[in-house]
């Protein structure tokens, strides 16, 4: 499985869906009551959407981009629009944001399919020609008591009971369909897009892909390993007493600069922040300048 | 240990197949729990609209899907309208190529789509659900009856008996399955009839073919493992500098050109036989455009080499 992203991408998904199944069907049985009064609607979009919104909200929050974008940005505003690239931080948080509406509309689905908080909802609205058209060919109390058809308390009789909450339910699963058809119309014309507008071939960007992967499992391994050695060196410093032996490491510039998101160009062989910064300190020593700000002796 | 080597030699050699049955079956199998599960005719004026959605726009979705997870169609999409170079001009002999390409692409995003309708009309409820709810079946029974009638016939897929002046009318059921088979077989003889056609067309013959397919599934796991090896070092290269402040020694990766050249759709030439456009473009001078030419074949049979290299997906 060790090349096959994209399996490791459509079983990530799949878990995705079956995780939101599951929550779905947790949060009918144990939490949702329809309270079959005038309150329907609001109880029953609150239970639609406002999952989904945490749901965005997590998105948001799990995505490793978004904090490399937003790390610092207090302190130094001018970080999120440098001179001559501001549209970096649209389109970084524009990518971060379609990432993130993946799990809310897998939820819009599934609860849309499954239908029981849209019958409740819809059973409570206040459009008066809707509710005329649930009640077409039906009896006069029908008006009053539909409300209460979510619940199955209502005194009339059980084959209009039963075709109301069929129509409801068929309504949710029609617009459950097409939202997912809709998303995934979308998916498709984005992903296009990106790909027609890209300057870099197919097989580059696979293996810029891999580089960046790399590139991450290469930084958690020095991250440890000069984590562990200055702390060896200052732990020993401490408890033998002896003087400070001088330890190189990058300066507070030099790690802002690598942190940077995004502004390298693969099609001048650079795949990554770091990698522009390792070529541009080449063409410098090239130059003849000396790289004092790249890096500071630890105190 | 020898009987698991032959399942696995097996399967990689007819790996397409068993790839398309694997989407056939779970196509299938989830068609069978949607339809047990989720689907309840409502047996109303609903019924038109609620039985055709649920017929055709799961196959739409799958459809869409089809096209975003083939590789094929985003090496050729990749990169075709960048800034800088012109999208208007397209040679004659390129536009058919795309076309065909293109064509390819859709028949393999046609598997499941196709399956999804044909298991739904063998299982019959969501034919008899939509037909119950068209207009035009409600005229033909209700011939000179009233509205009373047309219900009458919403809801016979809750069970519901026809009027008794109706008798002669052949089940819904019945007739979703016919159609069903129908288009199972049209689908086999037209699929059986095309790969014909292709093979008798191809340039290559059959044991250079077979040779072919095995030498691509060859290269793609060596492009995998050199590049990784090659994104490794450049990576500990990079860090080791940024780390130790050591002067980094200058780095040798292929170049822009290079990259666009192989990652360009395969045109077989029967005067240099190459068997991929890796193959091309290091046989002919390094740094050469490898353009097509006049002499280049174009044929649906060698559809495999384009689709075979690394399997990554378009998606976001």
Redesign the interface.
Known sequence: LD?????R??IGYSLMGLLTVGSEHLFSLSAFKCPCSNKNYTYGLVYLFVPALVLLFVGFALNGSTWQLFTGCCVNPRKLFPKGKSCHFFHAFG?IT??AFVAPVMWLSVVL??GTFYECAMSGSKNLKYLEMLCHNKSNKCLEELPKVACGQTSLSSWETE?IL??L???S??VG??V??TA??L??L???YG?????????????W???T???K???EK?FED?ATKLSERNLKSFFENKKLEPF???SLR?WEE?SALDSFN????I??T??K???D??KE?DSNET?DT??NLVP | MEKFRTVLDFCLSHQKVLGYSAVSLLTAGSERLFSAV?F?????S?NM??GS??LL??A??LF??G???NVRA??L????????RCCCYIHRRRFWRYVSVLWLVTVSAAVAPLTWIAVALLGANLYECAVSGSSLLQRHLCQGRGTQCHEQVARIPCGGTLPKEAQTFVSLQTQSQVLGCILIASIMALVLAVTCINRCRSPVSFLQLRFWKIYLEKER?V??RK??E???K??????K?????T??E?FQ????KD??Q???LYAFNTKGQYYSMIHKYISANRGTSIKSTEEDVFSPALGFVDGT????????
């Open positions: 090349g096959k992203m994209h399996w991408k459509a990518q379609l990432k399919l499954n075709e069929l129509t339910q068929a309504e699963q029609v369909w097409c997912i058809v995934a119309f998916s498709l984005i992903t296009c790909h027609c507008q890209s300057n870099t071939s197919h097989l580059q960007k696979r293996f892909k891999i580089y992967e790399k590139e499992e290469q930084f020095y000069y190189p490491m990058p030099a690598a693969i099609n001048q062989q795949f990554s770091l990698h910064l390792v070529e300190s080449m020593n790289q790249m890096v | 989720a309840q005719c409502p047996c109303n609903w609209l609620y959605v649920f726009v799961p739409l979705i869409l899907l096209y975003l997870l985003w090496r999409f990749t990169a075709c309208c960048a800034p800088g796991e492009f995998e590049a990784k090659h994104a490794t450049l990576a500990e290269r990079n860090l500098c940024f780390f130790e402040s002067e980094p200058p990766t292929p170049s822009n990259w666009q192989i990652s360009s290299d690394c399997n990554e997906t378009g998606t976001l």
